[in-house]
């Protein structure tokens, strides 16, 4: 059923509570089409996410999870940045790092018993399996060294995998040699992904 504006005379309502009515239908169909929506107004809003995942609108923290999960349905990745979206809105917002948070790693059997599937749960609510169209790349934070791991969650939005989930994937791990020399990767859904050094679970 396609998402239409509702027949009324009223005007919508705009900021954050037209986006909290827009996620709330959306929220009964599934994703919202938001790569669809086109609106001629735009704006921003008072709402950053911490690269540790948390949510603040004007300086405070959003307590209530299940409006954190409403929203993150209507977030969208623009070249000029994040934005919830709406029918009727575009409101940027700030994003300290990747929007998401992968806490959750399980192991599952491939298709026909052939390989495995990572499937991966996040902060506000996805469950993605790593393969060819949610790739899971790493990159070196510049100022510790340490690696930033990350997973493809969709159309361009990514999940930062939480270190314990990250370190459950180092002991997956298996070496292979690559153009860059050995590294550590792990498989899933047919597809291969390098995340560290070799040695580096040892």
Known sequence: ?????????DPAPSGLAGVTAA??????????????????????????IRKDGVWFHEGSPIG???LVRLFSTVLRLDPDGYHLV??????????????????RVDVLPGKDG???????ETNVGDVVEAGP???????????????????HV??????????????????LAAERDTPEGPR???ASNGAWFPIAPAGAHR
Not at 86 to 100: C, Y
Not at 160 to 167: E, N
């Open 1 to 9: 059923m396609p998402y239409l504006k509702p027949m009324t005379d």
């Open 23 to 48: 996620a709330k239908v959306a929220g009964a169909r599934g994703l919202p089409p938001v790569h669809l929506w086109h609106p001629e107004h735009c704006g921003e809003i008072d709402i950053r």
């Open 64 to 66: 209530r999870e299940a």
């Open 86 to 103: 709406t029918p009727v809105e575009k409101l940027k917002i700030q994003v300290e790092d990747a929007p998401f948070i992968a806490t």
């Open 114 to 120: 052939v390989g495995d599937i990572l499937r991966f």
């Open 133 to 151: 169209g949610n790739a899971i790349r790493v990159e070196t934070d510049a100022a510790s060294g340490e690696p930033r791991p990350y997973l």
């Open 154 to 171: 969709r159309r361009g939005l990514e999940a930062l995998i939480a270190r314990p989930v990250f370190y459950e994937l180092v002991e």
């Open 184 to 186: 550590l990767g792990v």
